[in-house]
């Protein structure tokens, strides 16, 4: 045992399920970045004791943390709820094979999409699984809930689910760390014995029966864990929560009876009957679909229908007084009006990105253009008007050919960047050059994982842990998977981007075209040089405009003019040069620094 401190610290539930893997012995983390989840592994790799990596996607995140289990080292892995999607192969079979060492999977739900296409409850795939689930409320819950996670996990054999949502994620609160001694290594290790880690059918069958007798010796635990807490308010009503509604709860709900489920699969159904019992109404309070309310309205316990729904979006304060307020029969909370007349801020991509370049010029192509998840996605928005459609990681490329074999007339290209190129694109560009596509796909290619915060992927030459590592050419993957035709553009060049793109876009077989040039805030580019409007000289045509650059704005007309014309903010002006491209009367020119 390594004792490192005693003392409270001040943390997001990120930074606390860090802590709470290396006061649990966690050996080695692997893990894809994704909001809001990124932050735990950065946490992690502070702690040197763990080994810890950037998967190239959580499929195989979720497979290098089973092999740790297979080996017998306690192990982590964390994903956003959608990332959760594809990690579920592994994570459905292993669920059969069992943990050895401790394997906890941290899903990371985003109700209300801050950073999401979707709404995605992921308490659902813990009952899915078959798997256990913890819920913390908070940052302590987080640390502690990880410990108590791999315990469970060794102590049943079986990975455990722990899902947090944005607020819990990201919130910082007091979390008392106790002696913060780090669990050793202890007796488990790797035994060859294929019955139990070869699913076969003949083993995957008893598995099977196993796996439904571990969920009945995990339903006895949760009836009986300290997990699950009852705070005894008076008996008008009473509260069945979880995760971040308990803490909107209790704040709504200031004199109700509640029960906090930390453990919510399996729900202890008895603890949850005398509880219901206890009370003269009972609510429930919690955050996405209706799981915890539909698996107790299936034992045939009554629960309050209010009108107030809590169905869509994240909860927040107002939300649960509202819901208060109709409980208690009161007057009904009048939601604060919002305020006029702000001027529309819609979402751009930063000044200098390389990217507006190549849509720039898709966008004058008039091709269809099949999106991926990431910055460029702001692609789609006018000015730029440049991508129809945003699936998921790597689809754009899927997307592409289907369009193709579909017979869809007209230029199409699938657009994704570099991170997300080797998240799962790879596979995409195989299948259209083994299925005799003709797509081209342009990998944005800014050396980083830009829109999570900057980390590093195979592209980088850096590992999570900050060694030097080999770096991935995306052009040698390309040719390597079959591509006869490879180009690189630099996006800064609108004319050798506009007229590579629209080469290959109709070529009569498959390409791909790497623009690249580093990310103007995670390449920690420097201003070198920066551009300026010569107003005497500007028609005011409007054209740098399209470009949509938060650096080009409308000055206020001079005395007697009637059009606005453009200027540069030289506080956001980086110097890309874009805009003296597109302006014909050449009144935009750079200045000296």
């Known amino acids: 045992m390594q004792t490192v401190a005693t003392n409270k610290k001040i943390l997001s539930g990120n930074e606390a399920i860090a802590h709470g893997a290396y006061a649990g012995g966690v050996e080695v983390a692997s893990a894809y970045p994704g909001t809001p989840s990124t932050e735990i592994l950065e946490n992690v790799s502070k702690f040197k004791d763990i080994y810890c990596e950037w998967a190239v996607n959580e499929k195989v995140g979720m497979e290098v943390v089973i092999g740790a289990s297979f080996a017998g080292s306690r192990s982590l892995t964390a994903m956003k709820h959608v990332g959760l999607n594809v990690a579920m192969d592994p994570l459905m079979t292993f669920a059969y ?71 819990v994620s990201h919130s910082s609160g007091v979390v008392d ?49 300290k997990l699950q807490k009852i705070e005894r308010g008076d008996d008008k009503i009473g509260i069945i929560t979880s995760g971040i509604g308990y803490l909107h709860a209790r704040e709504a709900f200031a004199d109700a009876s509640i029960l906090k489920l930390g453990m919510t699969f399996p729900i202890p159904k008895q603890l949850i009957r005398d509880f219901a019992t ?55 909370i009048k939601p ?45 928005f006018a000015p730029l008007s440049a991508m129809d459609t945003t699936v998921c990681m790597g689809a754009s490329v899927g997307n592409a050919h289907g369009l193709q074999k579909a017979d869809q007339q007209g230029r199409t290209a699938a657009v ?39 980390q590093d992927n195979p592209g980088t030459g850096r590992t999570l842990m900050g060694d030097e590592t080999t770096e991935v050419s995306i052009e040698a993957v390309a040719k390597g998977v079959g591509v006869k035709r490879v180009r690189v553009v630099d996006p800064y060049d609108l004319e050798e981007t506009y007229n590579v793109l629209k080469e290959e876009l109709d070529a009569d077989e498959p390409s ?25 000289i500007c028609k005011s045509c409007g054209a740098c405009l399209k470009l949509g650059c938060p650096a080009i704005e409308l000055a206020d007309p001079e005395s007697g003019e009637s ?28 200045v000296t620094l």
């Open 97 to 167: 094979l069992g943990a050895n060492g401790g394997m906890v999977v941290v899903t990371a739900d985003d109700p209300g999409m801050h950073s999401s296409q979707n709404e995605q409850d992921n308490r659902n795939i813990a009952k899915f699984a078959k798997i256990p689930m913890l819920e913390p409320s908070d940052s302590q819950d987080c640390y502690d809930m990880v410990q108590a996670a791999l315990d469970i996990s060794e102590q049943f054999k079986t990975p455990i689910l722990i899902r947090t949502t944005t607020r």
């Open 177 to 225: 760390l106790g002696s913060f001694e780090r669990r050793g290594h202890g007796d488990l290790k790797y035994e060859k014995d294929i019955s139990r880690t070869m699913p076969v059918p003949l083993y995957a069958r008893r598995m099977r029966v196993a796996l439904e007798e571990k969920l009945a010796k995990l339903a006895d635990f949760s009836e009986n864990s």
């Open 278 to 332: 206890s009370v003269e109404k009972l609510y429930i309070v919690e955050e996405g679909d209706p799981y915890l309310e539909e698996q107790i309205l299936a034992m045939g316990i009554k629960i309050e229908q209010p009108k107030v729904s809590l169905r869509i979006g994240e909860l927040n304060p107002d939300r649960l007084k509202a819901l208060a307020a109709e409980a208690y029969g009161k007057q009904p």
């Open 336 to 380: 604060a009006e919002a305020i006029g007349d702000l001027p529309a801020r819609p979402p751009v991509l930063c000044p200098g990105c390389s990217h507006r370049g190549v849509f720039y010029a898709l966008h004058r192509l008039k091709a269809l253009v099949t999106g991926d998840i990431g910055c460029y996605s702001l692609g789609a």
């Open 416 to 454: 994704l960047g570099d991170s997300t190129f080797f998240h799962s694109g790879i596979t995409g560009l195989l299948n259209v050059v083994y299925n005799r596509g003709t797509s081209t796909v342009v990998v944005l290619d800014n050396r980083i994982t830009a829109m999570t915060g900057h």
């Open 512 to 536: 791909v075209v790497i623009c690249k040039r580093p990310c103007i805030l995670g390449g920690k580019v420097k201003t070198v040089r920066q551009f300026d409007v010569d107003a005497q």
């Open 563 to 590: 059009k606005r014309k453009a200027r540069i903010n030289p506080v956001l002006c980086v110097g890309c040069g874009l805009c003296a491209q597109v302006c014909k009367f050449e009144a935009i020119k750079e």
